[in-house]
């Protein structure tokens, strides 16, 4: 793990950019999983499922395919990165 001081009167200006960042972040997972939840139910198939299938070149690259892919991956990408913003600790002490 990384440390980064910085003077303790900026603490609370991070603290609240973080937890803002994180929010936002929820937003725009929950609203890809809703919008994948609609693929998957639409064409009966699984996110893991679909993504198996398109990486193998079963599907074509329809501009419907290439939303589900951007959506998959993109939210796991904010996922990643909501994992991280949730470890930052401030005074040595978890954020939590």
């Known amino acids: 793990m990384s440390t980064l001081v910085v003077d303790e009167a900026v603490v609370p200006v991070v603290r ?28 009966s198939m699984s996110s893991t499922e679909f993504t198996n299938r398109y990486g ?7 501009e419907h395919w290439m ?12 996922e990643r990165r909501l994992t991280l913003l949730e470890q ?5 002490q978890n954020a939590s």
């Open 16 to 43: 609240r950019s973080i937890e803002l960042e994180k929010a936002r972040i929820r937003r725009k997972v929950d609203a890809y999983a809703e919008e994948l939840r609609a693929l998957e139910n639409g064409y």
């Open 67 to 78: 939303r589900w892919e951007f959506l998959h991956c993109t939210r796991g990408e904010l």
């Open 56 to 62: 193998a070149g079963e599907l074509g690259d329809d």
């Open 88 to 92: 930052v600790g401030y005074d040595g």
